[in-house]
């Protein structure tokens, strides 16, 4: 898919000013070019629309420090904060009703 930009982000905040972040938030791990996350990304966008929740696309690579702070592995990874806390965490969703099940269960939206 050459070209595309499924809107993961090079530049980034840094571990410690995720851990600092009030509220609730979504930290989306992925890859501009990957063809999993390309094919999981109407699904995870059609979850975490009409949530109001705070969502950063971090690209993530080997060594890039964000990624490898929440051990993420495979993507996409929907890692679910609250102040700063991990309260859950999505891997390769294959449907929009697991994100949103995640969520529910992580507290960040009603169930």
């Keep these: ?14 571990r410690a000013e995720v851990d600092a972040l009030d509220g609730a938030t979504v930290v ?4 501009n070019w990957c063809g ?5 990304k109407s699904d995870i966008d059609a979850a975490l629309e ?23 592995k495979l ?11 991990e309260v859950g965490r999505v891997v390769r969703p294959s ?3 697991q994100v949103e099940r995640a969520l529910a269960d992580a507290g960040l939206v009603a169930g």
């Design 36 to 40: 999993i996350c390309a094919a999981a």
């Design 28 to 31: 989306e791990f992925g890859a």
């Design 1 to 14: 898919m050459p070209g595309m930009s499924l809107g993961y982000l090079t530049e980034q905040p840094t």
């Design 95 to 97: 449907n929009r009703e």
């Design 50 to 72: 009409r949530t109001g929740l705070r969502r950063i696309k971090a690209e993530d690579a080997k060594g890039r420090p964000l990624g490898r702070s929440f051990g993420v």
């Design 75 to 85: 993507w996409p990874t929907l890692v679910l904060l609250r102040d700063g806390e």
